[in-house]
């Protein structure tokens, strides 16, 4: 059967549709609009008006007016996304499409859809997980499904140190101030590399590189953010110092792998995720940096196309394994990729009276109640590493509490030598400073 076209019909559609529809002649003249154009443009029809005349000169609709002389003067077809502010200063982000006719004497169609909804859903969308996972979601035919798929990534942890005991002597609006700051700075050079947050684990940032944007170079891509994001520091210190705030120091792990990616949770409520041991060996990593450093495991250097700076080798025998994983701390990648604060060697210096104290093994973040004495007779000058004299047969990767002059300080055993054992300092508590100058 072969419906009849009535006129009517098309005149019912055109005048019921929610996008604006316009039509013009070959010179840009507006012959009929549909009331969603009318009231989207603000339009009252009268003869010989140009479709851009029609626009608000306002510096916002540039591109829009730009857009319909470029295409009505060159008689070209347009499809492209402007940003709009109609005559009552709402803003508006709008797809444009022109169709022009082949014929001189013909017209030219323009159909305005209305973005400013999604484009609103989106952005917020955006600021609470990351741009990358808003457009997984809101954009691909996947995004909204329940389940993931094995990939090959890179897995980035961060963590600030001492920032737990840090959050008890500063009240809650200058914490998530300083916080905020420091986040803000991270995230845009993870962005830069293409990194993708997955999540903001309180102090610490969680970033897979290779989903869901495929990344070739993904391990090359996360080891140069890492670099970037430790030189950062100086810059959240530097607004730190500005605002009364103290310093602050963050240690970065970095695993390659492979990982499960995608939608995890329940109909109800999912979230973008990656799981799966390679994430796992990367939260571990990162608990043996200290502030400033980088760590690296071997599969992420396996992968690195260019060489990169060892500042120091070391393993740890991971739970339920035989074999040990090595890891790397780094002081630069490449040519291009160096921290600002590597210094080849540790310079010591003795203190000009040893310091007796007691000190205590963590497993986790429990305290073992049995004390161990030792002496700490020489510092860098940096004061971010000391040696301490013990009887007690300590092992890289420990963590200690010391406790010395009224002051509680934790550490971290780097190596153990003939003159002791050489600890890096994970806090700095107020005084401790003064303590061992």
């Not at 310093?247 to 990616?261: C, R």
């Amino acid at each position: 059967m072969q419906l009849e076209a009535r006129p009517e019909w098309f005149e019912y559609i055109l005048n019921n549709m929610k996008d604006a529809v316009l039509l013009t002649a070959k010179n840009g003249d507006l012959l009929n609009a549909n009331p969603a154009a009318r009231d989207l443009l603000g339009l009252e029809l009268h003869g010989g008006v140009k479709i851009w005349d029609a626009i608000p000169f306002v510096e916002e609709n540039d591109a829009l007016v730009q857009l319909f002389i470029d295409g009505v003067m060159q008689k070209r077809s347009v499809n492209s996304t402007v940003r709009y502010v109609n005559p009552d200063g709402q803003h508006f982000h709008l797809h444009v499409t022109l169709t022009s006719g082949q014929d001189d004497d013909g017209m030219i169609l323009v159909v305005i859809h209305d973005l400013t909804s999604l484009t609103k859903v989106h952005s917020a969308f955006a600021r609470y997980t990351s741009p990358e996972i808003a457009d997984y979601v809101l954009s691909t035919p996947e995004g909204a499904k329940q389940g993931g798929s094995s990939r090959e990534v890179s897995i980035l942890m961060s963590d600030l140190r001492g920032f737990t005991a840090m959050s008890t002597q500063m009240s809650s609006e200058d914490l998530i101030t300083m916080l905020n700051h420091y986040l803000e700075i991270m995230a845009a050079v993870i962005r830069y590399f293409r990194g993708t947050v997955i999540e903001f684990l309180g102090d610490g940032i969680f970033v897979v590189f290779g989903a869901p944007l495929e990344l070739q170079d993904h391990a090359s891509a996360a080891v140069a953010c890492a670099i970037d994001m430790q030189n950062a520091m100086e810059e959240v210190n530097a607004w730190n110092r500005e605002h009364g705030y103290p310093d602050l120091e963050m240690g970065i792990a970095i695993n390659s792998g492979t990982a499960v990616v995608g939608n995890i949770g329940s109909e109800q409520k999912m979230k973008y995720g990656c799981i799966g041991e390679t994430v796992n060996m990367a939260g571990r990593l990162e608990t043996f940096s200290l502030g400033g450093e980088i760590c690296i495991s071997e599969a992420t250097r396996r992968l690195l196309p260019e060489k990169v700076m060892i500042i120091e080798e070391n393993s740890f025998i991971p739970k339920g394994s035989n074999t040990p994983m090595k890891f790397y701390n780094i002081g630069g990648y490449g040519e291009s990729y160096s921290l600002s604060s590597f210094t080849r060697g540790i310079r010591w210096r003795k203190l000009s009276e040893a310091k007796e104290l007691t000190y205590f093994l963590l497993d986790g973040k429990t305290v073992d109640p049995e004390p161990h004495t030792g002496t700490l007779t020489e510092v860098s000058n940096d004061r971010k590493f000391g040696l301490l004299v013990t009887e007690d047969a300590l092992q890289p990767l420990q963590n200690l509490l010391l406790k010395t002059g009224g002051i509680e300080v934790y550490a971290k055993v780097k190596d153990c030598g003939d003159r002791g054992c050489r600890i890096g300092f994970t806090t700095n508590p107020e005084g401790f400073s003064e303590l061992i100058s």
